[in-house]
């Protein structure tokens, strides 16, 4: 990675993190992310494609339900939302990125840029940023995820974007996204999320359900043929999340959102981005998701955190468990990694963690935390006796009467004769679920 040429530094004392082993006891080193180390045929930087997101890291101040108030001590902020401070945050995020070794960053278009008296002075805004943000990818090397548009934070959303009661005001969200496919364009992103936003009901008494629903579907559409139309090559992602801020999130879940897709004939022009708390908002595991996409032939992206499970919100935190990344990894090289995708760290640090060098102890866990979850993943999918024992869970479908349903040859009258030839029919074979969790836990 290139150097920058950065004036002032953000987070002085703090140079670029190394990797260190498993032995270090250096709170500011990896111990597992070893970003050339090979794994299963791929440096591990490739397989993970870690990316930094600016809403939490650049832009959080630790507010909660309880407190707007700053919270965060970030020692460049100069408490307004100018755009001379807009400017300056793009070195922030990049210093950032560098010393870490994170390859991408994603942002909203109002994460990075301040919004205007107008659209006209907005976008107006937003190109100033985006340049400065093109001259920073030049000259690190750092590239754009994704992008997208926030369509939550202004009151003009409160009814919804694509799927507000008014007309207007799905207008201005199509312009919005509109500009921000074409930024995201201009920095050469991998890809452009769809998060819902506030696409869902508070309450079923005001909600035309179906209309709101056939909006989506023009409104997905409309982005379609906007990429078709500047030649945008990224993936589009639509990003899974069952509530909150709404009551009911009309993407709320990967099943959900799939069918979604299916019913408006969109399924070949977007991925799903899966977010691990809102997998669980959702009453699913991460891995149960990734497996729904996966299935699909849509497994995108994914944001990478973790909730609380004694908690029913979006917390958003660092992800730690190595039983869950190694999940996670499990099913990602089950069908073939990340193409256009990464590891996004959508997550933030607590309330409490107020100091700047916070932000590296949480990115460097998260990144170990994933690190480890490759190779474990990588050994048992090497050691092959797990995937042997499903394999031979199936045996049956493999020829014979099996192989034929597969095919369908047969219909209900092959089949009751075949039934009626057997006789009585006994499965004997056991699920043997703790042994295989044992198995698991022979790597962990
Ligand atoms: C919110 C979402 C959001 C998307 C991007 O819960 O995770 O951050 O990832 O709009
Ligand atoms: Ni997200
Ligand atoms: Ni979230």
């Known amino acids: 990675m290139k150097k920058a040429h950065v004036s002032t530094e953000f987070f002085p004392g703090i140079g670029p993190i190394p990797y260190e082993g498993p032995d270090s006891k250096n709170p500011l080193a990896f111990k597992w992310y070893n970003p050339e180390e090979i794994v299963e045929g791929k440096p591990m930087k490739d397989h993970l494609r870690f990316s930094v997101v ?42 950032f990125c560098q010393k870490l070794g994170v390859p991408f960053y994603a942002f909203h278009d109002r994460d990075v840029a301040p919004e205007g008296r107008n659209l006209r002075e907005t976008n107006k805004n937003l190109d100033r940023v985006v340049r400065e943000l093109k001259k920073y990818q030049r000259d690190t090397g750092i590239g754009l995820l994704w992008g997208t548009a926030c369509l939550f934070v202004h009151p003009r959303y409160m009814h919804g974007a694509a799927t507000s009661c008014n007309a207007d005001v799905f207008a201005h969200a199509a312009a919005q996204v509109k500009k921000a496919i074409e930024v995201t364009h201009e920095l050469d992103g991998a890809g452009y999320v769809f998060w819902g936003g506030r696409e869902g009901y508070s309450t079923l008494l005001n909600t035309d ?35 909150e801020p709404t009551k009911h999130q009309y993407d709320s879940d990967a099943a959900a ?75 990602v090289l089950k069908y073939g990694g990340f193409t256009t995708g990464g590891t996004n760290f959508d997550a933030k640090c ?59 040859k047969v219909g209900f009258e092959e089949l009751e004769a075949h039934a009626l030839k057997l006789g009585e029919v006994r499965n004997n074979a056991s699920g043997r679920q703790e042994m295989l969790e044992n198995l698991i836990n022979e790597f962990i």
């Open 350 to 408: 607590r309330r409490e963690s107020f100091e700047p060098v916070d932000l590296f102890h949480a990115h460097i866990g998260g990144m170990d935390a994933f690190a480890r979850g490759l190779k474990i993943a990588a050994r048992i999918r090497a050691d092959g006796r797990l995937a042997e024992f499903v394999r031979q869970r199936y045996a049956s479908w493999d020829n014979g009467i099996g192989r034929d349903i597969e095919k369908r």
């Open 54 to 95: 600016y809403w939490h890291t650049i832009r959080g101040v630790g507010a909660d339900m309880f407190s707007m108030t700053r919270a965060w001590q970030r020692p460049w902020e100069d408490g307004t939302d100018s755009l001379e401070m807009a400017l300056k945050r793009v070195g922030v995020l990049f210093e």
């Open 257 to 331: 959102c799939l069918n979604f897709l299916r019913q408006y004939n969109l399924l070949g022009h977007l991925k799903l981005n899966l977010e691990t708390n809102h997998a669980t908002l959702a009453g699913h595991t991460m891995q149960h998701d990734l497996e729904v996409a996966g299935a699909a032939g849509a497994l995108g992206s994914i944001d990478a955190n973790t909730g609380d499970l004694l908690l029913g919100w979006d917390t958003d935190q660092f992800p730690t468990d190595i039983y869950l990344t190694t999940q996670i990894m499990l099913t």
């Open 209 to 243: 359900m179906k209309r709101e629903l056939d909006h989506l579907g023009a409104f997905l559409h409309l982005a379609v043929d906007w990429k078709k139309k500047i030649g945008f090559p990224g993936q589009f992602y639509i990003e899974p999340k069952p509530k």
